[in-house]
Every structure is written in C-alpha cells, then in structure tokens.
C-alpha cells in the first residue's frame, strides 16, 4: 500500500508503483488515498476529484488499485490502516510511504 494524498497525484507515484512491483514481485500495489496530507494545509480538490485523477494518471497499469479507507477503518492513521490489511491472511504487505 502507497498511503499518501495523492494531492495531486503525479508520475513518481506511478514510477515508485512500477519499482516496487517489478523489485518485490508484487502483484497489487494499492493507493490508499488520505483525506488531508498533516503536512499541507487543507486541500482544495475533492476526494472524489484526486481519485479521478489517479485513474488518469495510472492509465492502463491495472496492478494499481484505488482505496480511500478512512471511512471504512474510522481513522486516517497508518496505524489503523496496516491493521485493517492485516486482518486479510492471505496477502503479504509491504507498505511503502512517499512525503516529500
């Protein structure tokens, strides 16, 4: 999982998508879009815009999937949400950050 903003979405997210796949084997990577990025102030576009926008950006890599689980999880802590993941037995989890 990439948690990150994605305010906006950019072509090194993708880039850093493509290296973990290709150097751990992976089969997904998942972009577990957060509602605020703590070191930015509030962002002016929409979830529902930066989710639009990272299917552009992704374009035809469909091992890239597009999550937004804070309402599912009740939290925006990545705490939280490597908890959630790991109550899925069957899947490994390599867990990459991006700030700048």
């Known amino acids: 999982a990439l ?3 994605f305010d906006p979405a950019h072509k090194g997210h993708l880039a850093i998508s493509r290296e973990a796949k290709k ?3 992976l089969k997904k990577v998942i972009w577990a879009i ?3 990025n703590p070191f930015k102030k509030e962002s002016k576009i ?3 815009q930066r989710i639009k926008y990272c299917k552009k950006i ?3 890599n469909s091992f890239i999937k597009i999550k937004f689980y ?3 999880i009740k939290s925006n ?3 939280n949400l490597i908890n959630h993941l790991k ?3 069957s899947i490994e989890i390599f867990f990459f950050n991006g700030c700048r």
């Open 3 to 5: 948690p990150i903003s």
């Open 58 to 60: 992704i374009g035809t």
């Open 23 to 25: 150097r751990f084997k």
């Open 87 to 89: 109550k899925n037995k």
């Open 34 to 36: 957060t509602k605020k």
């Open 77 to 79: 802590k990545t705490i």
């Open 46 to 48: 929409s979830i529902a």
């Open 70 to 72: 804070e309402k599912i």
